[in-house]
């Protein structure tokens, strides 16, 4: 409702990076979106580190203990949003759109054998990726 140029500049001063006022242009707001989203995500390293785990986005590497393993981009992407939220509780049915776009039984039992398979690489390392029954995983 504020959409006086006062307010815009008292909201830019105040560190505002963009300022939507009423009524909402939704093509505009949603360009202004994705432009937002464009840029943190190219802002993001492609090293993620926790625990002395290190994982390389890039070319889908992961160092656990001295030893460098290649993942699949599957594997990489499903790390790299657990490790990008630790200690964070992330809803299977949001890996599952996310990755395999479907939360079918095929998907659901597509995805244990990837987190099994995550499991197996961190399994010299400090961290795990525990089951929340019925809600998702957490990596601590």
Not at 98 to 125: G, P
């Amino acid at each position: 409702a504020r959409d006086m140029k006062i307010d815009q500049l008292k909201g830019y001063k105040l560190g505002a990076s963009e300022y939507v006022t009423k009524p909402i242009d939704e093509e505009l707001f949603l360009a202004k979106i994705e432009a937002i989203l464009s840029r943190s995500s190219t802002n993001q390293s492609p090293i993620i580190e926790y625990k002395g785990v290190e994982l390389n986005t890039q070319n889908s590497s992961l160092i656990v203990a001295g030893k460098t393993t290649n993942l699949s981009n599957r594997e990489c992407d499903l790390l790299a949003d657990l490790m990008r939220q630790p200690q964070q509780l992330i809803e299977r049915n949001i890996l599952l759109e996310k990755h395999w776009e479907s939360t079918d039984e095929f998907s659901r039992n597509s995805m244990d054998v990837f987190i099994s398979k995550l499991r197996k690489y961190l399994s010299s390392s400090d961290v795990e990726i525990r089951n929340v029954h019925g809600k998702g995983f957490i990596l601590e």
